[in-house]
């Protein structure tokens, strides 16, 4: 149950900016009309706007109870009532079942903590993501300072609050969302923080086998493709998944060769093989995102091999080498022959493997070059020719470059954008 105003059409928006401005608007249902079977018949010109206070005390429906309850609202409230709304529908309501265990909880605990009920009446996480058994929440998601009050509790009861959370939402796990540092190239969530659950022990060292069995995996489908990956050590957007299937509309991708520089736990390169691609050549640094790629790869019944040089001819689907990108066209030596493909899915910048893309491609008919940065929006353009000038230098004006697309994938930044360029490089001598 929660608290709604009735209020008189001519002080809708005053009373909702003070709402507002007190964190207590509830954007969800908003202000609606006054039903019949609510309120009396003449009030008509009032509305009804929704509050995200909870009900607490029980009371009698006068301006001074109003008052007590809502003691932000200093203006006139001679003409404002009460409202407490539950419905059948609210009930089953995922979300509402969470807000009524937080703040049934909250005032469980409030006379042995002694928490003033009303300071801790907060906001409840609306938003998260389920990957498998795990719940992400978003960054801020306890950033409030109504939220103070969990870093108070004994060990135990914050374990009690978490396990609570986990049981409404219907996971065993929980965590909160973490941003990755820019200029880290192993794209590590140093910033994860688990809430609740095992997610296995903290490893700073090069990871052992018995560290992999140890971990917490979590698995997605996006596109009919299963993904894998360990939260506390490998990132995944969800937000890539409309240039996943992108790939599937790409030229020449059939029985094709592909090489995707910087590959993670198989984000584009699982794509290029659900699309028929006849091979994917892998570089990847984090040994996290090896293992999980190579345990996505077994999911999707693609066969792979783990490998540091070429000398012998693998058959495998998918080629994985555990090192940096800068000596994949000498590790490639003669074989770059049909090269189709290169994705270079590096944020915000990939452009320290550019070199060594232009010597990747099928030399006598050339390819595409596929090319992710996070760009500030007003630069994207600009961003873009630019880049087309640089490959052009890079293949020292000896072949074509064209700009064929610009995808706009995801907000990067609040100023930035995850964008894809798709280059199309032929070789001058060739391209008839």
């Known amino acids: 149950m929660h608290y709604a105003i009735i209020v008189p059409k001519q002080k809708i928006q005053e009373i909702k900016n003070i709402l507002i401005k007190s964190d207590l608007y509830d954007q969800f249902r908003g202000i609606c009309r006054i039903k019949e079977n609510e309120l009396q018949k003449n009030n008509v010109e009032k509305r009804i706007i929704h509050t995200l206070r909870k009900k607490s005390v029980k009371f009698q429906k006068t301006n001074i109870e109003i008052q007590k309850i809502f003691p932000e609202l200093k203006c006139d409230v001679a003409d404002l009532d009460i409202l407490i709304v539950e419905d059948k529908l609210e009930r089953k309501n995922k979300h509402y079942e969470l807000e009524t265990f937080i703040h049934d909880f909250i005032k469980k605990i409030s006379t042995r903590y002694k928490l003033d009920e009303d300071k801790c009446i907060i906001r409840t996480p609306t938003r998260w993501t389920i990957y498998g058994n795990m719940a992400l929440l978003p960054k801020n998601a306890f950033s409030s300072s109504q939220w103070t009050f969990l870093s108070t509790l004994h060990s135990l009861d914050r374990l009690a609050f978490y396990e609570g959370i986990a049981k409404y939402i219907g996971v065993t796990h929980i965590a909160m969302n973490a941003t990755i540092p820019p200029n880290d190239p192993m794209r590590i969530p140093v910033s994860f923080v688990p809430l609740y659950g095992d997610f296995g022990p903290r490893i700073s060292k090069n990871p052992t086998k018995k560290d992999f069995e140890e971990a917490f995996w979590v698995t997605t489908k996006q596109n009919g493709i299963y993904q894998v990956w360990s939260p506390m050590y490998t990132m995944f957007s969800r937000g890539n998944i409309k240039e996943k299937a992108r790939i599937f509309r790409?030229?020449?991708?059939?029985?094709?060769?592909?090489?995707?520089?910087?590959?993670?736990?198989?984000?584009?390169?699982?794509?290029?093989?659900?699309a028929k691609a006849k091979k994917v050549f892998c570089w990847e640094i984090n040994p996290w995102s090896i293992e999980g790629l190579c345990r996505g790869a077994q999911l999707n019944k693609f066969t792979y091999k783990k490998s540091n040089d070429l000398n012998n001819n693998y058959d495998d689907q998918l080629i994985v080498f555990e090192n940096t990108n800068k000596l994949a066209?000498?590790?490639l030596a003669e074989k770059t022959k049909n090269i189709r493909h290169i994705n270079l899915g590096l944020l915000p910048s990939s452009e320290d493997s550019w070199p060594i893309a232009t010597k990747m491609l099928d030399s006598e008919i050339g390819g595409w070059i596929h090319v992710h940065a996070a760009v500030c929006d007003k630069e994207i353009y600009s961003w873009t020719n630019k880049s087309k000038e640089k490959f052009t230098e890079l293949f020292k004006h000896q072949w074509e470059v064209k700009i064929e697309h610009i995808e706009k994938v995801k907000r990067f930044s609040p100023k930035s954008l995850h964008i894809v360029v798709d280059l199309s490089c032929i070789p001058k001598t060739k391209k008839n």
């Open 329 to 331: 066209n000498k590790q």
């Open 250 to 274: 790409f030229p020449d991708v059939k029985n094709a060769i592909i090489a995707d520089l910087y590959a993670g736990i198989g984000y584009f390169a699982f794509s290029y093989l659900k």
